[in-house]
């Protein structure tokens, strides 16, 4: 079955960190660009990451950038989303996508985990 | 940036009827637009990609057009299961932009 099955996040205070994980089943993983997504509690949409198939080339949105490091283990069929230097402001619900099309990057996600909450919080 | 602003935001209407969301662009871009669906408690589900490109396994009551700065998402005749908020997307060479959403109700 091809699906992504996320965990990680919880509750962080201000300035700490949390890593989400992201594992791969049932496709390709290594065909295919990977995305992070996130969407604040009530609020739409927003791209977060995207790490490309081998993991050498990475883009950040700005309000995470420097911040926040995107990864990959391929053995492991897995993504990872570092965040450090939390604020109240990366509250969401974080996702996975998956780029659309093997061997491509064009930035659109046929393929989401479940979500996982991110709640900054003293 | 290149802003997405979707239109309505809110939309009542009943099983059977014809709906068309508006997206539309703060400037015209070179790239392309898709549109996700979403429910509550779920993932985002993409129905059309590249404008106006049906994703597979998606009902053909479900079609998109436009270019330029404006583009539409038309459901042709409204279902139980379309009720959802609707997400347009935009992805050029300066970055990847989601509309505000279109929340799509029971009247």
């Known amino acids: 079955q091809v699906n992504l099955v996320q965990s990680g996040g919880g509750v962080a205070q201000p300035g700490k960190s949390l890593r989400l994980s992201c594992v791969a089943s049932?496709?390709?993983?290594?065909?295919?660009?990977m995305h992070w997504v996130r969407q604040a509690p009530g609020k739409g949409l927003e791209w977060v990451a995207i790490?490309?198939?081998?993991?050498?080339?990475?883009d950040y949105a700005d309000s995470v950038k420097g911040r926040f490091t995107v990864s990959r283990d391929n053995s492991q069929n897995t993504v990872f989303l570092e965040m450090n230097s939390l604020g109240p402001d990366d509250t969401a619900i974080y996702y996975c996508?998956?780029?659309?099309?093997?061997?491509?990057?064009?930035?659109?996600?046929?393929?989401w985990g479940q979500g996982t909450l991110v709640a900054v919080s003293s | 940036d290149l802003q997405m602003t979707q239109s309505p935001s809110t939309l009542s209407a009943s099983v059977g009827d014809r709906v068309t969301i508006t997206c539309r662009a703060s400037?015209?871009?070179?790239?392309?637009l898709a549109w996700y669906q979403q429910k509550p408690g779920k993932a985002p589900n993409l129905l059309i990609y590249q404008t106006s490109t049906l994703q597979t396994g998606v009902p053909s009551r479900f079609s998109a057009s436009g270019s330029g700065t404006e583009f539409t998402l038309t459901i042709s005749s409204l279902q139980p299961d379309d009720f959802a908020t609707y997400y347009c997307?935009?992805?050029?060479?300066?970055?990847?932009?989601f509309g505000g959403g279109t929340k799509v109700e029971i009247k």
């Open positions: 049932g496709f390709s993983f290594t065909a295919y660009a």
């Open positions: 996508a998956r780029d659309s099309v093997i061997f491509y990057t064009v930035y659109y996600f046929d393929l």
């Open positions: 790490i490309s198939t081998d993991g050498n080339n990475k």
């Open positions: 997307q935009q992805y050029n060479n300066y970055g990847l932009t």
């Open positions: 400037h015209s871009f070179g790239g392309w």
